[in-house]
């Protein structure tokens, strides 16, 4: 069957394509694309559809309600089709597909905006003898976290691979907080009843000031009229530059102990404040602010000053960071992905499986060559990598996930039923997690062990540990 592509599906890796002679949209992945070939639009400018039927999305995928609304028939003609079927939901792949749409076209100026703001550039002539960079629109839809459309953001991206050590840049290290961090800012927080704050700096890279001298071209779509031979030489970073996220570390790290900060001797993100028998919190992580403290109201004085250096969003209570769900009440903070456990058993087709009690049999012994039939390796590592993003709050899958993660090159159909047991083991317990609560002594306790020699392959034993602070552990 002849059909027209539309887009991209957004819940699989497939095609959405249009097909004249049932009059719907179909997802599919069984596609031959004819590139030379092209539609008559004179020929089938309209054609008759029920509305109801424009959009056949497959099992539940989600679409947007802005999409169609009227059930009535009408007369259509496909590139309507395509536009109001499409805009929504898929991103555009280039700046020529993006201001065919004015939210598109809205999100690029206010990208442009935040750049000029900022005096990220200047316009200068162009050198022969400098290295001129190019630059590229990334677009994408931010969600919020029940899935619901947020914003458009279009980023104006670097092209950094254009870049020459030594010439365009030097160091590109820049620390971010580790996961073991921020659990024991939570334990903290709920022992002393403190409340934990989330901020949000807009274009943060866009803040991070150059030690080196950059050119690059002028973007598609804001090119200045008569000075289109011209370059802009960075004064700021821009995403995609090598150095950028050193740079906005630079800038925020001098910030915070020019305000009187004490970073952490062995977490750089970590930075303490006191005053006089109080205290304030932050923890940095990329264009992310944690802030928790014994008074609130430094706190808010805290969030204002910040507010007027950096473009920045206050976002209240910290409820959602990095995929994990945070729950908090007085003197108790729950830390769970429930919903992102839920993606998973969807992914993989395993939401309406037997839930287990246990995530692996306590007998099962696993090696390279254990005598069955080999599976697919893409699938494998992706139910692996996911799994191992949910040990963020699940420390009691961690032996389970990491034990099989070492067949990742060769997985067999023993190594994916244990997988699989994994799986049925969360649907049972998606609403899981860490709860950190008020106790009466604030003490450090630590546990490893080792099983001797437990892999069969090589003879290597397997060690592990976990450290609690008072009410539940943030660190295994």
């Given at each position: 069957?002849?059909?027209?592509?539309?887009?991209?599906?957004?819940?699989?890796?497939?095609?959405?394509?249009?097909?004249?002679?049932?009059?719907?949209?179909?997802?599919?992945?069984?596609?031959?694309?004819?590139?030379?070939?092209?539609?008559?639009?004179?020929?089938?400018?309209?054609?008759?559809?029920?509305?109801?039927?424009?959009?056949?999305?497959?099992?539940?995928?989600?679409?947007?309600?802005?999409?169609?609304?009227?059930?009535?028939?009408?007369?259509?003609?496909?590139?309507?089709?395509?536009?109001?079927?499409?805009?929504?939901?898929?991103?555009?792949?280039?700046?020529?597909?993006?201001?065919?749409?004015?939210?598109?076209?809205?999100?690029?100026?206010?990208?442009?905006?935040?750049?000029?703001?900022?005096?990220?550039?200047?316009?200068?002539?162009?050198?022969?003898?400098?290295?001129?960079?190019?630059?590229?629109?990334?677009?994408?839809?931010?969600?919020?976290?029940?899935?619901?459309?947020?914003?458009?953001?279009?980023?104006?991206?670097?092209?950094?691979?254009?870049?020459?050590?030594?010439?365009?840049?030097?160091?590109?290290?820049?620390?971010?907080?580790?996961?073991?961090?921020?659990?024991?800012?939570?334990?903290?927080?709920?022992?002393?009843?403190?409340?934990?704050?989330?901020?949000?700096?807009?274009?943060?890279?866009?803040?991070?000031?150059?030690?080196?001298?950059?050119?690059?071209?002028?973007?598609?779509?804001?090119?200045?009229?008569?000075?289109?031979?011209?370059?802009?030489?960075?004064?700021?970073?821009?995403?995609?530059?090598?150095?950028?996220?050193?740079?906005?570390?630079?800038?925020?790290?001098d910030y915070l102990t020019g305000f009187g900060f004490q970073k952490s001797l062995s977490e750089s993100t970590l930075y303490v404040k006191k005053i006089d028998d109080d205290v304030l919190i932050v923890s940095l992580y990329v264009d992310d602010?944690?802030?928790?403290?014994?008074?609130?109201?430094?706190?808010?004085?805290?969030?204002?000053?910040?507010?007027?250096?950096?473009?920045?969003?206050?976002?209240?209570?910290?409820?959602?960071?990095?995929?994990?769900?945070?729950?908090?009440?007085?003197?108790?903070?729950?830390?769970?992905?429930?919903?992102?456990?839920?993606?998973?058993?969807?992914?993989?087709?395993?939401?309406?499986?037997?839930?287990?009690?246990?995530?692996?049999?306590?007998?099962?012994?696993?090696?390279?060559?254990?005598?069955?039939?080999?599976?697919?390796?893409?699938?494998?590592?992706?139910?692996?990598?996911?799994?191992?993003?949910?040990?963020?709050?699940?420390?009691?899958?961690?032996?389970?996930?990491?034990?099989?993660?070492?067949?990742?090159?060769?997985?067999?159909?023993?190594?994916?039923?244990?997988?699989?047991?994994?799986?049925?083991?969360?649907?049972?317990?998606?609403?899981?997690?860490?709860?950190?609560?008020?106790?009466?002594?604030?003490?450090?306790?630590?546990?490893?062990?080792?099983?001797?020699?437990?892999?069969?392959?090589d003879m290597k034993s397997t060690s592990g540990f976990c450290f609690n602070l008072g009410s539940a552990i943030f660190s295994w």
């Amino acid at each position: 069957m002849q059909g027209i592509f539309v887009g991209y599906s957004t819940i699989s890796k497939a095609y959405k394509v249009y097909l004249p002679q049932t009059q719907k949209i179909t997802i599919t992945r069984d596609v031959q694309f004819h590139e030379d070939d092209k539609w008559n639009w004179d020929e089938t400018q309209e054609i008759t559809v029920l509305d109801d039927q424009i959009i056949t999305p497959l099992k539940n995928e989600s679409i947007d309600e802005s999409i169609d609304e009227s059930p009535v028939r009408g007369t259509r003609s496909l590139e309507e089709i395509y536009q109001r079927s499409n805009v929504a939901v898929c991103e555009p792949e280039n700046y020529e597909d993006a201001q065919m749409n004015p939210a598109w076209q809205e999100a690029m100026k206010e990208e442009i905006h935040m750049i000029e703001k900022n005096h990220t550039w200047e316009l200068v002539d162009r050198h022969a003898d400098k290295n001129i960079i190019g630059v590229k629109w990334i677009f994408r839809t931010k969600l919020n976290a029940d899935s619901s459309i947020n914003k458009f953001k279009a980023r104006l991206v670097v092209k950094g691979y254009a870049q020459v050590y030594g010439v365009d840049y030097s160091d590109t290290f820049a620390p971010v907080a580790r996961m073991d961090t921020i659990r024991l800012l939570l334990a903290v927080a709920a022992h002393k009843n403190w409340k934990v704050f989330q901020m949000d700096v807009k274009s943060a890279f866009l803040n991070g000031d150059l030690q080196e001298e950059i050119y690059v071209e002028q973007p598609a779509g804001f090119v200045v009229q008569g000075e289109e031979d011209k370059v802009y030489m960075l004064k700021k970073a821009l995403y995609g530059l090598k150095q950028a996220p050193r740079a906005w570390y630079g800038r925020i790290d001098d910030y915070l102990t020019g305000f009187g900060f004490q970073k952490s001797l062995s977490e750089s993100t970590l930075y303490v404040k006191k005053i006089d028998d109080d205290v304030l919190i932050v923890s940095l992580y990329v264009d992310d602010l944690l802030v928790t403290g014994s008074n609130l109201q430094q706190i808010e004085r805290f969030k204002q000053d910040m507010m007027q250096a950096f473009e920045m969003s206050d976002l209240g209570l910290m409820s959602f960071f990095l995929g994990m769900e945070i729950k908090q009440s007085r003197g108790v903070i729950f830390i769970g992905q429930e919903k992102y456990a839920k993606e998973i058993l969807k992914k993989f087709q395993m939401e309406n499986c037997k839930p287990t009690a246990t995530p692996m049999n306590q007998k099962d012994k696993f090696s390279k060559e254990d005598g069955t039939t080999r599976v697919d390796e893409e699938k494998y590592r992706s139910l692996i990598g996911c799994l191992l993003y949910l040990t963020a709050t699940r420390p009691d899958i961690l032996y389970a996930t990491n034990l099989l993660s070492r067949f990742m090159h060769c997985p067999s159909e023993l190594h994916m039923r244990a997988t699989k047991r994994i799986l049925r083991y969360i649907k049972g317990t998606c609403s899981f997690g860490v709860k950190f609560m008020q106790c009466k002594t604030l003490k450090l306790h630590g546990f490893s062990d080792s099983d001797w020699g437990g892999f069969i392959d090589d003879m290597k034993s397997t060690s592990g540990f976990c450290f609690n602070l008072g009410s539940a552990i943030f660190s295994w």
